[in-house]
């Protein structure tokens, strides 16, 4: 059986429905997983969804709450959906617990920050000086800023240590890494542009989108298919240890 891709939804409360983009979907299909949507709920439904996942996605979206990292709202900050905050920094902190691989996509990259114990800037254009764009006007599949891996990463030996363009739809953004991630990539205006766990377990977060450029970038590719490679290890790992 092909490894079990959770992601993440997004909610759209007037209309009542989740959301999942059809990137993400075909972009672990493509890597040779079973992507499986998660809709946000919360209280004992995690350990429900962490009893068969294989590998999780944190998807990209709104805003998170700063009141997750100790802050006050800046004008800057913008939508927020308390329930998807509720369920993902749970979701995000147990998956982490339980060495589950995750990778989180742009809030789904902050998400991951702040459930393991950092923080993000609320708002780049009003707290960090000279930033680029980080909010293209372009299509979703089109390059429009530099990343610059950190050598010996495992981003810079899964994708190469030379510098590349990515997509970019973000205003907030990892300040302060938590204690157990390291830096892995960063924009040529020092924003963080990629995280990944200190410890075996996968955990990479990205602040581009690679589900829109996995098609004709093949460094987004090779993101995918190590989040799939990983879910693989972990279900064998998991298996063994059933009686």
């Avoid at 060495?99 to 459930?115: E, K, T």
């Avoid at 810079?156 to 739809?169: I, K, L, Q, Y």
Wanted: net charge neutral.
């Amino acid at each position: 059986m092909k490894p079990v891709i959770g992601l993440t939804c997004a909610r759209e409360e007037e209309k009542r429905r989740h959301c999942l983009g059809f990137d993400y979907v075909d972009a672990v299909r493509a890597a040779g997983g079973l992507p499986v949507p998660l809709p946000a709920a919360a209280g004992t439904e995690i350990e429900t969804w962490l009893c068969f996942l294989d590998a999780l996605i944190l998807t990209g979206g709104g805003d998170v709450d700063p009141a997750y990292f100790g802050e006050e709202p800046l004008p800057g900050c913008g939508e927020i959906d308390p329930e998807r905050d509720v369920f993902e920094l749970a979701l995000a902190g147990r998956a982490l617990s339980a060495g589950l691989p995750v990778l989180g996509i742009c809030r789904g990259m902050q998400v991951l920050n702040i459930a393991a114990g950092g923080d993000i800037y609320q708002d780049i254009y009003s707290q960090v000086g000279g930033c680029l764009k980080h909010n293209q006007h372009a299509p979703r599949s089109s390059p429009t800023h530099l990343v610059q891996p950190v050598s010996g990463t495992g981003l810079a030996r899964m994708c190469g240590a030379e510098p590349w363009r990515v997509n970019s739809f973000h205003h907030q953004a990892v300040r302060r890494p938590a204690q157990n991630f390291t830096v892995s990539a960063r924009a040529a205006d020092g924003i963080i542009e990629a995280i990944e766990g200190n410890g075996a377990a996968f955990a990479v977060g990205v602040q581009w989108h690679p589900e829109n450029m996995w098609k004709q970038d093949g460094r987004c590719r090779k993101i995918f298919a190590a989040l799939v490679a990983a879910g693989g290890e972990y279900r064998r790992y998991r298996e063994g240890r059933r009686p």
